[in-house]
Structures are given as structure tokens and as C-alpha cells.
């Protein structure tokens, strides 16, 4: 289903089922010795989505150990985003010479936890967000939004290795076409020697899930 939302110089993988630990690099294993269960299935089981979406690549198995803020540390000249919600894990890589970032996200298709909302909408955004629900019900835009600022996220800290809050971008939705893109309110990175002022992406609702993606060209501002 990821890969409905990404250009084809991206190789993606996903999975329903969760992995068995005995997949993992021994310095990934030693991370999650005192996690619970859930938090060992996730790691492990985006991992070895990680690793088959490399082999598509080329890239030898290697680990994939949490960076700066947790973010993945890839492979030198490789770009990507991994994600992980109740019933589905994915990533999605590229060589660092085709792309300039990816950010990926999935999350449950259900409305936001109480309170949530108040953390991640900016003033317009609840106004486009009750258009939307009148428009087009059925869906948990509210939901779509926290997933679309999470990949937002993912793909500007590689770029920046800075923070970016919720309330530092301002998302609006092309329900139509399943695309969104994301006004950056605070100075954004630069790829090719431009600054990059918002990010595009797309979206989908399938199967209890919404997925939402965004992706850097290599040289694009």
C-alpha cells in the first residue's frame, strides 16, 4: 500500500505479521533488551521491512540502529523513513543520488486520543479540517493530519537535524486527488541550493489504515 504513494526510485517494503527477534543484529538486539513485547515487534519487524526494501537497492544486510532522536541510521549514500502502527510496519529507502528525503508515516484509522488535536492543529487547519469532515465524512481527517505531520517531520529532520513542531507547518489536503502539502513557517532546508518553503505528499484510507508520504527530489528546492 506505501508504495501506491511513492515514486518508483524508492523501493518500499511492508508487512501485517511481526518477525521473529532472531532477524536482528546482535548491537540492534542489545537496544530493545528491556523494551516491552510491542515496542520488540516494532523495532524489529521495521527492520527487517528496512532490509528487504535495501535488497531491492543493492545494500547488504547490516543493522539499523536508532540515531539522533531515534531517527535510522542508514547506510552512507541512502536516504529513508520507516514507520510502525497496531497491525502494519513499513519503510521506504533511496539512493541519496535520487532523492533528497522521504518521510513516511501510518497510523490507525480512527479519531485521534482526546486532547491530541489541541497539540497538533493550527487555527486554519481546524477550519479546513471541518470542511473537510462536511465534505467528505466517513473519514478521520483529524487523524490523516497528525499522519501528515508526522511524515512531515521525518522527512525535514535528515535534511536539518532540527526540531520541527506541529505547530511550524501548516497542512492543506487535496482530498480529490489524495495529495497534501505542507507550508513550512520557520526557515526550511536547502536542497540544490534553494530553500524549500513546503513539502508535497500524498495520502490514502484503506483497510482500517491511513498512510500519508512525502518525498525530496535530489536538487529540488
Request: net charge negative.
Amino acid at each position: 500500500m506505501i508504495s501506491s504513494l511513492l515514486p518508483d526510485w524508492v523501493a518500499t517494503c511492508e508487512a501485517y505479521h511481526d518477525a521473529s527477534e532472531d532477524a536482528l543484529f546482535p548491537a540492534e538486539r542489545d537496544i530493545i533488551t528491556r523494551a516491552v513485547q510491542k515496542r520488540r515487534s516494532e523495532f524489529t519487524t521495521v527492520r527487517v521491512c528496512a532490509r528487504a526494501a535495501l535488497a531491492q537497492l543493492g545494500i547488504a544486510p547490516a543493522p539499523i540502529l536508532p540515531g539522533l532522536r531515534g531517527a535510522p541510521g542508514w547506510p552512507d549514500g541512502v536516504i529513508g523513513s520507516m514507520t510502525h502502527c497496531d497491525g502494519y510496519r513499513a519503510a521506504a529507502v533511496a539512493l541519496g543520488s535520487s532523492g533528497a528525503g522521504i518521510g513516511i508515516d501510518a497510523e490507525p484509522h480512527g479519531p485521534l486520543p482526546d486532547g491530541v488535536i489541541r497539540l497538533v492543529a493550527r487555527p486554519e487547519e481546524y477550519e479546513r479540517l471541518d470542511a473537510l469532515a462536511t465534505g467528505h465524512p466517513g473519514v478521520h481527517w483529524d487523524r490523516l493530519l497528525f499522519s501528515m505531520k508526522e511524515s512531515v517531520y521525518k522527512a525535514w529532520f535528515p535534511l536539518t537535524g532540527r526540531w520541527l513542531d506541529f505547530q511550524e507547518a501548516s497542512i492543506t489536503m487535496r482530498p480529490e486527488y489524495g495529495t497534501f502539502s505542507a507550508e513550512l513557517l520557520v526557515p526550511g532546508p536547502t536542497v540544490g541550493g534553494s530553500e524549500i518553503t513546503a513539502f508535497q505528499g500524498r495520502f490514502v484510507v484503506s483497510d482500517g489504515l491511513v498512510l500519508s508520504a512525502i518525498t525530496v527530489g535530489a536538487g529540488m528546492g
